[in-house]
């Protein structure tokens, strides 16, 4: 009867120890397919980009073929902001593709920060009818495809300048106005969500007590409420700052003659031909755009972990 009694129990051991096994086993699996998938959805969305900044010193004008380390084609760009050298004119459309991004960028930045903060503080202090439907619609320009929401603000603009046209005789068309307006549209939603966040982690208590001193809603807001924002809302403004500058299919449905922006312009050159030269204003525009993403987590972060 012992001898049954310690077979069973002996069984019952090695069951549970290969179960366990098999167990480790198919973790170890899980988590090895879970770091495979990771790793190639990594390698996929940015072999290509690590691609395009390798190839921009590339001594050659082949995109293709490796011919040795070379600045020559950052230094053609660079002379071209000065207007020397054999390829200034190639250069110098460039730049003024870059200026003219950095422009809108700019206008659509302030614009978009402003209305943004404004409507983060509303939504995080006030209470009024139909907050939750304005919350709710405010992530609406993140979850629409960019395409539609281009093709929509073009044909919001045609029935506009149409209108404008019939009453006034005046032909009004795309411009630099249309493209701000635009990114402004889309960048209002990034910035409120930001700021939101950063009205959560903020304690409201210490805006009454500055009402309770006397402090009138301007006040409070000027001495209290803003600098405990600053940092979310310099993050937000930072963040729009990007998203403006990397923007192609809004600025696409929206530019007119002469509103060319540094997307639109490599787009219109890579039809034709990959020059060297749009690698490296690519590779720039990368540095720069990572540089401010990276500025607005670290302000985000930091303030967050203070």
């Known amino acids: 009867m012992a001898t049954g009694i310690y077979t069973q129990a002996d069984y019952a051991i090695q069951h549970t120890a290969r179960a366990a096994y098999r167990a480790r086993v198919v973790y170890g699996f899980g988590r090895l397919g879970v770091l495979s998938v990771a790793v190639g959805a990594y390698a996929f969305l940015w072999l290509p980009i690590l691609l395009l900044v390798l190839f921009s010193f590339n001594d050659s004008r082949s995109i293709t073929t490796w011919m040795g380390f ?25 730049l003024n593709a870059l200026q003219n991004s950095l422009f809108v960028a700019g206008i659509a930045t302030v614009l978009s920060t402003a209305i943004g903060t404004s409507v983060a503080i509303a939504l995080s202090r006030a209470k009024f009818q ?37 009453i006034s005789g005046q032909r009004v068309v795309n411009s630099f106005s249309t493209i701000v ?78 509103t060319s922006t540094l997307p639109i312009y490599v787009h219109s050159m ?13 590779a720039l525009m990368l540095a ?19």
């Open 70 to 94: 070379s600045l020559k084609w950052y230094e053609t760009i660079f002379s071209g902001a000065v207007g020397t050298g054999s390829n200034s004119f190639s250069s110098q459309m460039m």
């Open 130 to 166: 139909g907050k939750k439907w304005v919350n709710a619609l405010l992530f609406f320009p993140m979850i629409i495809p960019d395409i539609t929401q281009a093709m929509s603000l073009a044909l919001f603009f045609k029935v506009v300048f149409d209108f404008i046209e019939m």
């Open 181 to 258: 307006i635009g990114h402004v549209a889309f960048n209002i939603s990034y910035v409120a969500i930001v700021v939101m966040a950063r009205m959560r982690d903020m304690n409201p208590r210490v805006e009454e007590a500055a009402a309770d001193l006397g402090a009138n809603a301007w006040q409070t807001f000027r001495y209290i409420t803003f600098p405990l924002i600053f940092p979310g809302v310099l993050a937000a403004a930072l963040l729009a700052l990007t998203m403006s500058l990397d923007d192609f299919i809004v600025s696409f449905f929206l530019s007119g003659v002469g």
């Open 270 to 282: 890579i039809k034709v031909s990959i020059t060297p030269e749009i690698n490296a204003i690519s």
């Open 288 to 306: 720069a755009s990572t540089l401010l993403i990276i500025v607005s987590l670290t302000l985000q972060g930091g303030r967050r972990a203070r």
